[in-house]
Each structure stands twice: as structure tokens, then as C-alpha cells.
């Protein structure tokens, strides 16, 4: 094991599936002469040349329909966002033509696509730049939807989701591409399946579910519930659709009590639908409501404290593992 | 004159002649409430869509927007799968899960079937850029109508096929009228042609009716991108008897118009063309007619008679894997439990 940025992780991805199949290509704004806003694709230009590594003009719309093309004729495209908020330009391609063809031509026609690039609230964006977007494309049937919060879950989702033959989102964590973490060797294929949640630390008194950029909120609060006496059992989602409906539940068994922390906003949010998912299921495990911390129902605000208010954030996070541990 | 590649006019006319009764029996089969959801009918345009397949080969990619019964006749669907479609049958282009508006059948190479207006330009662009990423010579040709000019998705679509020199052939079959809205209302330009000057793409303007102008044209423009890639757009000036939909009486124009275009109707263009040529008498065309005639009726007695697929069968369209995330309903899994006596929760769907 060695330690990488996020944002090498991703790149490592890409440049090994690049290497792997000839049918793999990435498209986007600034992805190859200027390496990718993120500089998550810095070097593959150099590296894979101008057929496979392509700039396109701000066509969002145009872009992603021109991948999902290329992928019902045999293809792998890797589509990058420059941020998923400008993939809302694109709603139409992603929504409605990457997955409902496999169902529309009868099964002719799967679409094995990847839409990646930074997803939700980053800091001080204003509201057009701070979506998360992960609610909205898991609502829709035949897309899958993951949400890497370390850099090994970044390079191991990210190659998964290349080599699937439906179209997969991989939402990045816009605040986390610095964020450093182990990672396999190189020479080691480092595959994550989709559908397979983790539990980040093991815990007794509470869950909290959590996913993308509030996994390491949720590890910083768990750490300061310790001092309290309180252990928090934190389960990352990594991958929203397929959910891992087990690790969920499983943990919920354990600890009784649940918080679900997420980027998106409360209405139909992921926690939602999870919530939904556990009173269904295990009723009977649970020893107080489950609580949800998200955004607030509003669009974020610029303003670096009311932004701070409206996201997700430790103070509301610890309050809510303490209400439903009745501390 | 016929040219050594572009396939026999007889053919083509039999072609037109079984997409113009498929046409009508379609219509008379959507009156008697067989055929669901919305039904828009090709007649009065057949020798756009005959006029382009006569000049390209099987392989070439063809895709297209929602009034797509005849593109697929056209490549070679059979009469039996495309009504089977309409009628929402397991024996359907489609199996019965795309309708009228998404015919798909890709042993043909007919990429869709596509209803959002203009949407399936820019798939048309990946298609072409694949054609390209792997060096070989094929068309893609996008069939679109006079109303997708105007969506967002055209002109992005537009502009990067202009810049990466994508080897398709845009093709606006110019029926005068989205929906209800004439082109005079809905757009600004003169001629639509030259919405492809704005992307620095070659436009023509062709006579729809006319299927030899037609073939000749596109067989031009294919040749020329067979041997550098670069795309063209051609207008193509028709008409469709009918209304938008069944469900549209086409008030919006003048009995006067119609029958001025019914007079120049292409089948019976190229009908007296050949005729004139020698190349086929009274008697050899009322047989094709004959035969095309009984072909539609065969296929909507084997549409009548074909399944339809079983209801849980939904699931398997949803992933090519048979992943499935689909919340079904059905019993509490800890019910589900007791009653099967399973231990832990499993990963599928509650």
C-alpha cells in the first residue's frame, strides 16, 4: 500500500483502463490540454493522444449524447463533467437516453458509459455550482450511481464502473481530490463492486450512514463522540444504486439507532428512501426514529456562513447522533 | 441512371409501396384501438427514406426520430416485427417495450427510433465518431424533421460533428410543419439548408418527392465521405398526407395544399418513370401493390397471434447484468423471512 491523493486515485483509474481496452476513450471540457479542470487527467494527453484524450466545446447537452452513440456501437466512453452541476444540461442525454435504450430496443442496445466528475456542494459556489445530484439520477431506473469518498473507493469504483456494461455516474467529492489515503501498488488490479458499502469504523451505540464527502465529517464527529462515550459505527454507502440494503441493516441490528447523513437536500433525498428501506425491513430493530442530516431545503447561499448553515455540517451531525442515543 | 451500387428501382418501388400500405393499415389498426399510445404515419414521404438506403450499404448506421415505421421497412425489418411492435407484442422489433415511436433493430443497423425531438442528433455524432475512432468507412445517416432545427441538442450536435469532421449525413426530411407549426412560424432562416452554413457543413436542397433525386444525391455525398470523413446536410422537400399523429386532423392547412402534393406523389413518380422506361408495365405493378397489400394483412394477423411478454420479464430490461434495484412490492422482507424462514436480509431489492 502507498498513500495518494483522490485525485491520483482517479487518474491511476483512468490511465489503466485507457491501457487495458482500445474502446475506452474520455471526453470533456479541458480534459486533455489542459488536464482536466480537476487535473483528475493530468498526463493522459501525453500519453494516449489526441484520438482518445478529447476536448470538447461547452456542449454538455451535445457531449454526452455523442458518448452514449459511440457506446451503443460498441464504444466504452468515460464522460467527464466539470462539475455534475452542468451535467443538468445534459439531463436529457443522461436520463432519458443512456438508460432507458437497453429497454426501449427490447435488450438490443445496453450503454456501457461513464459519466464522471465532481458532485455537490463544494465551498462558496453559489447556488447554480453546489448541486448533488445523486438523488435525482438514482431515482431513474437502468443508471447506477456511486459516490467514492477515499482514494481507494475513487480508483476501484471509478475501473468498475468503466468496465460495466450499463451506465454508471461516478460522482466525485469536489472538496475531497487532495484528500490523501492508501491505495493498492499499481501492479495490484484494484477492483471495488458497485453495490458494496464499508463500514469505515466499527462501533456499538449508533449508525451513521454516510456517503462521499460527509464520510470524513462523519469519521471527525465520531472521533469527538468517543470522548462522550458514545461509539458511532460509520457505514460509507460508496455506491447509492445498487445499495447495500445488507451492510445497512446489519449495522442497524448491531447499534439499534441510526443517522443518515447526506450532501443532497431532505425532499426525496437518498436518507429517504433509506429510511423507507429500514422500517420496511427491520421494524423491530430499531429504538428510536431514525434522524437525517442533509442540506436544508433551500438553495445554497454564498455566503460562507449561511453556506456553512445549509450544508450538512459536525454540529448538526453530533446533535443528531446524540438525539437518537437519547444523550 | 441507375449506378452499379445503389440497389435495383423495382425493388425500391415495391419498398415504397409495402411502407405506404403498412402506413395505412397501421392507421386503420390504431382507429380499431389495437395500437397504444401515439402512432405518426410516413405516407406521402416514402421516397425520402427508399431514395437514402437505395444508395448506401447494409452496414451504414441509420437512425432516426420518431416517425420511424418506414426506416425500418426500410433497412429490412420485416412488415410482421413492425406491426408486431405497434401491437406491442413479444415479436417486435422491439419486444413490445418501445412502441411506434422506438423501433430498434440492430442485425440491420437501425439505431432508433427516437422521440425526443431532436436528442438522437448528437447519438448520431457518437455513431459516426466510433466510425471514425476505428478507421472505417462508414455513413452514419440521421433522419430528423423539420422540427428538431430548433432544439439545443441539434446545434451542439451540429457544431461537433463540423469539428471533428464526423462522417454522417444529416438529413431533414422538411415535411413543412412540426406538428401543428409551420416552418414559417417556427423559424427564422429562409430555408432551413442553412442552418448547415452556420456550422460550415455542405447543404443541398432535394426534392422529396423525387426518388431517383434522392438516391442520386445521397449516393453522391456518400461516396465522397467514404473516402475522407466530413459530414453534409441535406434538406429534403416533402410532405406527409396525414396529419402529425392519428390523433390530428391537420386542420392547420388547406385541402388545396394537400392535393397539390398529392398530385406529385412519389410513388406514382417513379411508377411513371419506370413505366416510361419500359422497365415495368400496368400488370407488374399491381402485383407489387398486390403484394405489398398482403403482406400487411399477414403481418397484423401474426401480430394478433404473437405473445405479449410476461409481466415480471419488465425487470430484465432494466440492467444488462440483471442488476436490479427495483423496490417491488410484496411483503416486508422480515415477513418474507418468517414465512421462508431465511436468515439474514439479502442484497436484492426489498
Request: a negative charge; glycine letters at 8%.
Given at each position: 500500500?502507498?498513500?495518494?491523493?483522490?485525485?491520483?486515485?482517479?487518474?491511476e483509474?483512468?490511465?489503466?483502463?485507457l491501457?487495458?481496452?482500445?474502446?475506452?476513450?474520455?471526453?470533456?471540457?479541458?480534459?486533455?490540454e489542459y488536464?482536466?479542470?480537476?487535473?483528475?487527467?493530468?498526463?493522459?494527453?501525453?500519453?494516449?493522444?489526441?484520438?482518445?484524450?478529447?476536448?470538447t466545446?461547452?456542449?454538455?447537452?451535445?457531449?454526452?449524447?455523442?458518448?452514449?452513440g459511440?457506446?451503443?456501437?460498441?464504444?466504452?466512453?468515460?464522460?467527464?463533467?466539470?462539475t455534475?452541476?452542468?451535467s443538468?444540461?445534459?439531463?436529457?442525454q443522461v436520463?432519458?437516453?443512456?438508460?432507458?435504450m437497453?429497454m426501449?430496443?427490447g435488450?438490443?442496445?445496453?450503454?456501457?458509459?461513464?459519466?464522471?466528475?465532481?458532485?455537490?456542494?463544494?465551498?462558496?459556489?453559489?447556488?447554480?455550482h453546489?448541486?448533488?445530484t445523486?438523488?435525482?439520477?438514482?431515482?431513474?431506473?437502468?443508471?447506477?450511481?456511486?459516490?467514492?469518498?477515499?482514494?481507494?473507493?475513487a480508483?476501484?469504483?471509478?475501473?468498475?464502473?468503466v468496465?460495466?456494461?450499463?451506465?454508471?455516474?461516478v460522482?466525485e467529492?469536489?472538496?475531497?481530490y487532495?484528500?490523501?489515503?492508501?491505495?493498492?501498488p499499481?501492479?495490484?488490479?484494484?477492483?471495488?463492486?458497485?453495490?458494496?458499502?464499508?463500514?469505515?469504523?466499527?462501533?456499538?451505540d449508533?449508525?451513521?450512514?454516510?456517503?462521499?464527502?460527509?464520510?470524513?465529517?462523519?469519521?471527525?464527529?465520531?472521533?469527538?463522540?468517543?470522548?462522550?462515550?458514545?461509539s458511532?459505527?460509520?457505514?460509507?454507502?460508496?455506491?447509492?444504486?445498487p445499495?447495500?440494503?445488507?451492510?445497512i441493516?446489519?449495522?442497524?441490528?448491531?447499534t439499534?439507532?441510526?443517522?443518515?447523513v447526506?450532501?443532497?437536500?431532505?425532499?426525496?433525498?437518498v436518507?429517504?428512501?433509506?429510511?423507507y428501506?429500514?422500517?420496511k425491513?427491520?421494524?423491530?430493530?430499531?429504538?428510536a426514529?431514525?434522524?437525517?442530516?442533509?442540506?436544508?431545503d433551500?438553495?445554497?447561499?454564498?455566503?460562507?456562513?449561511?453556506?456553512?448553515?445549509?450544508?450538512?455540517n459536525?454540529?448538526?451531525?453530533?446533535?443528531?447522533?446524540?438525539?437518537?442515543?437519547?444523550? | 441512371?441507375?449506378?452499379?451500387?445503389?440497389r435495383d428501382?423495382?425493388?425500391m418501388?415495391?419498398l415504397?409501396?409495402?411502407i405506404?400500405?403498412?402506413?395505412?393499415r397501421?392507421?386503420?389498426?390504431?382507429?380499431?384501438?389495437?395500437?397504444g399510445?401515439?402512432?405518426?404515419?410516413?405516407i406521402?414521404?416514402?421516397?425520402?427514406?427508399?431514395?437514402a438506403?437505395?444508395a448506401?450499404r447494409n452496414?451504414?448506421?441509420?437512425?432516426?426520430?420518431?416517425?420511424?415505421?418506414?426506416?425500418?421497412?426500410?433497412?429490412?425489418?420485416?412488415a410482421?416485427?413492425c406491426?408486431?411492435?405497434?401491437f406491442?407484442?413479444?415479436?417486435?422489433?422491439?419486444?413490445?417495450l418501445?412502441?411506434?415511436?422506438h423501433?430498434?433493430?440492430?442485425?440491420?443497423?437501425?439505431?432508433?427510433?427516437?422521440?425526443?425531438?431532436?436528442?438522437?442528433?448528437?447519438?448520431?455524432?457518437?455513431m459516426?465518431f466510433?466510425?471514425?475512432?476505428?478507421?472505417?468507412?462508414?455513413?452514419?445517416?440521421c433522419?430528423?424533421?423539420?422540427?428538431?432545427?430548433?432544439?439545443?441538442?441539434?446545434?451542439?450536435?451540429?457544431n461537433l460533428?463540423?469539428?471533428y469532421?464526423l462522417?454522417?449525413?444529416?438529413i431533414?426530411e422538411?415535411?413543412?410543419?412540426?406538428?401543428?407549426?409551420?416552418?414559417?412560424?417556427?423559424?427564422?432562416?429562409?430555408?432551413?439548408?442553412?442552418?448547415?452554413?452556420?456550422?460550415?457543413?455542405p447543404?443541398?436542397?432535394v426534392d422529396g418527392?423525387?426518388?431517383?433525386?434522392?438516391?442520386?444525391?445521397?449516393?453522391?455525398?456518400v461516396?465522397?465521405?467514404?473516402?475522407d470523413?466530413?459530414?453534409?446536410?441535406?434538406?429534403?422537400?416533402?410532405?406527409?398526407?396525414r396529419?402529425?399523429?392519428m390523433?390530428d386532423?391537420?386542420?392547420?392547412?388547406?385541402?388545396?395544399?394537400?392535393?397539390?402534393?398529392?398530385?406529385?406523389?412519389?410513388i406514382?413518380?417513379?411508377?411513371?418513370?419506370?413505366?416510361?422506361?419500359?422497365?415495368?408495365?400496368n400488370?407488374?405493378?399491381?402485383?407489387?401493390d398486390?403484394?405489398?397489400?398482403e403482406?400487411?394483412?399477414?403481418?397484423?394477423?401474426?401480430a394478433?397471434?404473437?405473445?405479449?411478454l410476461?409481466?415480471?420479464d419488465?425487470?430484465?430490461?432494466?440492467?444488462v447484468?440483471?442488476?436490479?434495484?427495483?423496490?417491488?412490492?410484496?411483503?416486508?422482507?422480515?415477513?418474507?423471512?418468517?414465512?421462508?424462514?431465511?436468515?439474514a436480509?439479502?442484497?436484492?431489492?426489498?
Amino acid at each position: 500500500m502507498r498513500e495518494i491523493t483522490y485525485r491520483q486515485a482517479l487518474n491511476e483509474a483512468l490511465a489503466e483502463e485507457l491501457e487495458r481496452d482500445p474502446n475506452v476513450f474520455l471526453m470533456g471540457e479541458e480534459v486533455a490540454e489542459y488536464h482536466g479542470a480537476y487535473k483528475v487527467s493530468q498526463g493522459l494527453l501525453e500519453r494516449f493522444g489526441p484520438t482518445r484524450i478529447i476536448d470538447t466545446p461547452i456542449s454538455e447537452n451535445g457531449f454526452a449524447g455523442l458518448g452514449i452513440g459511440a457506446a451503443m456501437v460498441g464504444l466504452r466512453p468515460i464522460i467527464e463533467f466539470m462539475t455534475f452541476s452542468f451535467s443538468l444540461v445534459a439531463f436529457d442525454q443522461v436520463v432519458n437516453n443512456a438508460p432507458n435504450m437497453f429497454m426501449m430496443s427490447g435488450g438490443q442496445f445496453n450503454i456501457p458509459i461513464t459519466f464522471r466528475g465532481p458532485n455537490g456542494p463544494a465551498h462558496q459556489l453559489g447556488a447554480t455550482h453546489s448541486h448533488a445530484t445523486e438523488n435525482l439520477y438514482a431515482s431513474v431506473p437502468g443508471l447506477k450511481v456511486c459516490t467514492p469518498a477515499t482514494p481507494r473507493d475513487a480508483k476501484g469504483l471509478l475501473k468498475t464502473a468503466v468496465r460495466d456494461d450499463n451506465p454508471v455516474l461516478v460522482l466525485e467529492a469536489e472538496l475531497l481530490y487532495s484528500s490523501k489515503g492508501m491505495v493498492e501498488p499499481p501492479d495490484e488490479e484494484l477492483l471495488i463492486p458497485l453495490g458494496q458499502a464499508e463500514v469505515k469504523r466499527e462501533g456499538s451505540d449508533a449508525s451513521i450512514i454516510c456517503y462521499a464527502q460527509t464520510v470524513p465529517l462523519a469519521l471527525t464527529v465520531a472521533a469527538q463522540l468517543e470522548e462522550e462515550d458514545i461509539s458511532a459505527e460509520i457505514v460509507d454507502l460508496r455506491s447509492i444504486k445498487p445499495l447495500d440494503e445488507r451492510a445497512i441493516f446489519d449495522s442497524i441490528v448491531k447499534t439499534h439507532r441510526a443517522v443518515i447523513v447526506e450532501q443532497d437536500r431532505p425532499f426525496c433525498g437518498v436518507g429517504a428512501e433509506i429510511c423507507y428501506r429500514v422500517q420496511k425491513n427491520i421494524f423491530d430493530e430499531l429504538d428510536a426514529p431514525i434522524l437525517r442530516v442533509s442540506q436544508e431545503d433551500v438553495p445554497v447561499p454564498y455566503n460562507e456562513k449561511l453556506e456553512k448553515f445549509v450544508l450538512p455540517n459536525a454540529d448538526k451531525l453530533m446533535a443528531a447522533v446524540k438525539k437518537v442515543c437519547y444523550a | 441512371m441507375q449506378r452499379p451500387e445503389q440497389r435495383d428501382e423495382v425493388e425500391m418501388l415495391a419498398l415504397m409501396l409495402l411502407i405506404r400500405r403498412f402506413e395505412e393499415r397501421a392507421s386503420q389498426q390504431y382507429q380499431a384501438q389495437k395500437i397504444g399510445g401515439f402512432c405518426h404515419l410516413y405516407i406521402g414521404q416514402e421516397a425520402v427514406v427508399t431514395g437514402a438506403v437505395a444508395a448506401v450499404r447494409n452496414d451504414d448506421y441509420i437512425i432516426t426520430a420518431y416517425r420511424d415505421h418506414a426506416h425500418a421497412l426500410a433497412r429490412g425489418t420485416s412488415a410482421d416485427a413492425c406491426m408486431a411492435e405497434l401491437f406491442g407484442r413479444a415479436t417486435g422489433c422491439s419486444l413490445g417495450l418501445g412502441g411506434s415511436m422506438h423501433f430498434f433493430d440492430r442485425k440491420n443497423h437501425l439505431y432508433g427510433g427516437h422521440a425526443i425531438v431532436g436528442a438522437h442528433v448528437p447519438l448520431a455524432a457518437g455513431m459516426a465518431f466510433a466510425s471514425k475512432y476505428r478507421g472505417e468507412d462508414r455513413v452514419t445517416l440521421c433522419f430528423f424533421g423539420d422540427g428538431a432545427i430548433n432544439q439545443g441538442s441539434f446545434h451542439e450536435a451540429l457544431n461537433l460533428i463540423a469539428l471533428y469532421k464526423l462522417p454522417v449525413v444529416l438529413i431533414c426530411e422538411n415535411n413543412l410543419f412540426a406538428m401543428g407549426t409551420s416552418v414559417k412560424r417556427s423559424t427564422s432562416l429562409k430555408q432551413i439548408v442553412d442552418r448547415a452554413e452556420g456550422y460550415d457543413i455542405p447543404g443541398e436542397i432535394v426534392d422529396g418527392m423525387n426518388f431517383r433525386e434522392v438516391r442520386d444525391k445521397l449516393s453522391e455525398i456518400v461516396g465522397s465521405i467514404r473516402k475522407d470523413p466530413h459530414p453534409a446536410f441535406i434538406e429534403i422537400r416533402t410532405y406527409r398526407y396525414r396529419g402529425h399523429s392519428m390523433s390530428d386532423p391537420a386542420s392547420y392547412r388547406t385541402k388545396e395544399e394537400l392535393e397539390k402534393y398529392r398530385l406529385d406523389d412519389p410513388i406514382t413518380r417513379l411508377r411513371a418513370q419506370l413505366t416510361r422506361e419500359g422497365k415495368l408495365t400496368n400488370e407488374q405493378f399491381d402485383q407489387l401493390d398486390k403484394k405489398a397489400k398482403e403482406t400487411v394483412i399477414a403481418s397484423v394477423k401474426f401480430a394478433e397471434s404473437s405473445p405479449e411478454l410476461p409481466v415480471e420479464d419488465v425487470y430484465k430490461y432494466v440492467y444488462v447484468d440483471g442488476a436490479v434495484e427495483t423496490e417491488r412490492p410484496g411483503p416486508a422482507r422480515a415477513e418474507q423471512q418468517r414465512r421462508e424462514g431465511a436468515p439474514a436480509p439479502s442484497k436484492e431489492g426489498a
